[in-house]
């Protein structure tokens, strides 16, 4: 049978039948791929509880028929232990995750996307969960999957913003006023603060010390982001839920 080797986080896992799983992992070489985890709700030796989100792990799979490949087993590489001891952090994984999950497609390889959610998750275990971080690594996650939106320029006619601007989810960017008139329905008022916050935190990325102080800028900025992103994927990302549940910033 075609067994491969591949490093791997998990994304998340549901329940099947009484004793299996089906994982979903992002992986380095692979992309995102599902995988049928025979006898891991029931077996301590066998998975040793290393199937949780979060966990980078390097999995042995085969090939099945169909899409769902069969895990025969894996190691721990990072079980990140120190992002679960807070709820926060635990919360941002979480959001981090998803993104991920959404932005990629089944077995198409995207080692950026793989490589900026291990050191994200890493760097968790140390760093308090910052909104400022979470926002740097979505608009990071999105270049990454080729779709960065623009804040600089119009996504209409390439002018130049220096102050304020309509941000156009459906158009990919900011539209400046002459192009105001050819915005979809959505769009959303961005002042200059605003812009020039997402803007620092786009250039910087995550865990790079940029700090918005004034919480009503960074929600304005996390609105933006977050438009554009349900735009992409077509959805709201049930994550954001989470995080307004436990009374983070959304």
């Given amino acids: 049978m075609n067994e491969r080797s591949s490093e791997a986080i998990v994304l998340g896992s549901v329940d099947y039948g009484e004793s299996d799983r089906i994982v979903t992992f992002l992986t380095r070489d692979r992309g995102r791929l599902s995988a049928f985890a025979a ?8 998975f040793a509880g290393v199937l949780e989100p979060f966990t980078r792990l ?15 087993s894996c ?6 232990a120190g992002l679960r001891e807070d709820l926060g952090r635990i919360a941002h994984a979480g959001h981090a995750a998803e993104l991920c999950r959404e932005l990629c497609r089944d077995r198409e390889p995207h080692e950026e996307l793989f490589d900026l959610l291990a050191v994200y998750l890493r760097a968790l275990c140390g760093e308090p969960a910052r909104p400022e971080d979470l926002l740097a690594f979505e608009l990071a996650a999105l270049r990454h999957a080729g779709v960065s939106p623009r804040f600089t320029d119009c996504a209409l006619c390439g002018a130049g913003a220096d102050g304020g601007a309509l941000f156009d989810p459906a158009h990919g960017g900011i539209v400046c006023g002459a192009c105001a008139g050819q915005a979809q ?24 010390g940029v700090a918005v102080d004034d919480p009503r800028t960074r929600r304005a900025a996390s609105g933006l982001v977050r438009s554009f992103t349900r735009e992409i994927v077509g959805k709201p990302l049930r994550s954001l839920d989470f995080l307004a549940q436990v009374g983070l910033e959304a």
């Fill in 58 to 72: 390097e999995v042995r799979l085969q090939e099945r028929r169909g899409e769902l490949l069969f895990l025969a």
């Fill in 75 to 80: 190691s721990l590489h990072d079980g990140h």
């Fill in 39 to 46: 006898g891991a709700r029931k077996s301590k030796r066998r």
């Fill in 185 to 208: 329905p959505g769009s959303i008022r961005a002042d200059a603060q605003t812009l020039e916050a997402v803007r620092a935190l786009q250039a910087a990325g995550p865990f790079a």
